[in-house]
Nanobody, 118 residues
Framework: EVQLVESGGGLAQPGGSLRLSCAAS????????MSWIRQAPGKGLEWVST????????VYADSVKGRITLSADNAKDTLYLQMNSLKSEDTAVYYC???????????WGKGTLVIVSS
């Protein structure tokens, strides 16, 4: 059974940092494309970043580029999202999702809430 479990959310001040984690199980993590997607209060889903394991290429949304780093520890089957220089507009529930070519996001975690506020 595929499971994605996010953690690391919480309250942070503007300009601060948080690191989100996504523990994966039930599939070959090291061969998978993995993404972070967020949903701000009252808004739709927004793609944040994707790690394409096959090429080790990582892509970011313009809204977070330069402030967020996506990485993976294949030994731990864990995906990370390091968020720096946080802004109030980063407030959202952050979801980890498995991406499959031709199918889209096939598995999602339950999300972790990030609140950026002074």
């Amino acid at each position: 059974e595929v499971q994605l479990v996010e953690s690391g959310g919480g309250l942070a001040q503007p300009g601060g940092s948080l690191r989100l984690s996504c523990a994966a199980s039930g599939f070959t993590f090291s061969n998978s494309a993995m993404s972070w997607i967020r949903q701000a209060p009252g808004k739709g889903l927004e793609w944040v970043s994707t790690l394409y394991s096959a090429s080790a290429n990582t892509v970011y949304a313009d809204s977070v580029k330069g402030r967020i780093t996506l990485s993976a520890d294949n030994a731990k089957d864990t995906l990370y999202l390091q968020m720096n220089s946080l802004k109030s507009e980063d407030t959202a529930v952050y979801y980890c999702a498995k991406y499959e070519y031709g199918l889209g996001y096939t598995y999602w975690g339950k999300g972790t809430l990030v609140i950026v506020s002074s």
